[in-house]
């Protein structure tokens, strides 16, 4: 393994335990008991555990099942959504999609992750939204509906709502201003910039900050976390993904948190106790455990 594909070393673990609001175990190397021995060692000692299609999701309530630590949010990402009613462009034709009935697919599909929203261990229905850098205008329809329809079924289970916006945020928070958003709602990865933060703040939406507020280039993000109230504030790895610097690249995972949480104390001008105990708060008025 070259030193660019191996895991980053583990960090001091933090004096005050916060939970990774946004992660996919099933993507990452090594089983879940390794991953959360490893997370609680750094302090992280909660993770909320994301499915992104019909499998994901049932494996993340059956992982939340089995682990106190672990809660589970169900959905299915705005880019599976376009690939239920049109077909993925990389495997089965989209017109055979098309006479398959592509929208009773979607609902089919949206059936069953109401039905996992019900059960205990499920915590938040998402991450569900708009992504308009992965998928095209021809799946923007199918996108919306579906985004919709988990707004629905949050509200309907009392559970939060965990949104992935990709260069879409005007049409995110307007979709939500129209639906009502639920009394929890989590901006996962949150991209905006400050003038977006004050919009959330005043919505009461929570903001989730991940690995990549620590990149050169992301002073915007910081902006915003810098007026963000405190008491919406989280943080995430959404690991495999957007490992923070100094280990840009490599893979990500739930124990490298106190990372991300030491550069956002930075920016808040407090420090790291402060900000882990803010976190720590502010993550299960979110997900309600
Ligand atoms: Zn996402
Ligand atoms: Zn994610």
Same mark, same amino acid.
């Given at each position: 393994m070259s030193s660019?594909?191996?895991p980053p070393p583990l960090p001091e673990p933090l004096g005050v335990p916060v939970a990774d609001s946004h992660t996919h175990l099933d993507m990452q190397s090594g089983t879940v008991e390794e991953a959360l021995a490893k997370a609680a060692a750094a302090g992280v000692d909660t993770v909320v555990q994301v499915g992104c299609d019909l499998k994901g999701s049932r494996w993340a309530a059956e992982t939340a099942a089995a682990h106190p630590q672990v809660h589970a949010a169900v959905a299915l990402h705005p880019n599976e959504a376009p690939r239920i009613v049109l077909g993925d462009p990389d495997g089965w034709s989209r017109q055979g999609a098309r006479e398959a009935g592509g929208d009773a697919?979607?609902?089919?599909?949206?059936?069953? $992750?109401?039905r996992l929203a019900a059960l205990p261990e499920v915590k938040a229905v998402g991450e569900t939204g708009l992504d308009f850098f992965r998928t095209g205008p021809e799946g923007i329809a199918a996108q919306e509906r579906s985004f919709r329809a988990h707004i629905e079924i949050a509200k309907r289970h009392g559970k939060a709502l965990v949104i992935h916006d990709r260069e879409a945020h005007d049409d995110v928070l307007r979709i939500l201003a129209e639906e009502g958003a639920p009394e929890r709602t989590v901006f996962h990865c949150y991209s905006g910039d400050a003038g977006m933060a004050r919009i959330c703040a005043d919505a009461g939406y929570h903001m989730s900050f991940a690995g990549n507020v620590t990149f050169k280039n992301a002073q915007p993000l910081r902006d915003a976390l810098a007026v963000a109230p405190l008491d919406l504030v989280l943080v995430e790895t959404d690991a495999p993904f957007l490992t923070p610097v100094p280990y840009r690249g490599r893979p990500n995972a739930p124990y490298l948190v106190p990372i991300t949480v030491r550069?956002?104390?930075?920016?808040?001008? $407090?420090?790291?106790?402060?900000?882990?105990?803010? $976190?720590?708060?502010?993550?299960a008025r979110a997900f309600d455990y």
């Open positions: 660019k594909d191996a697919a979607l609902d089919d599909a949206l059936a069953e $992750i109401d550069a956002m104390a930075r920016v808040r001008g $407090i420090d790291e106790e402060a900000m882990s105990t803010a $976190i720590a708060v502010n993550t």
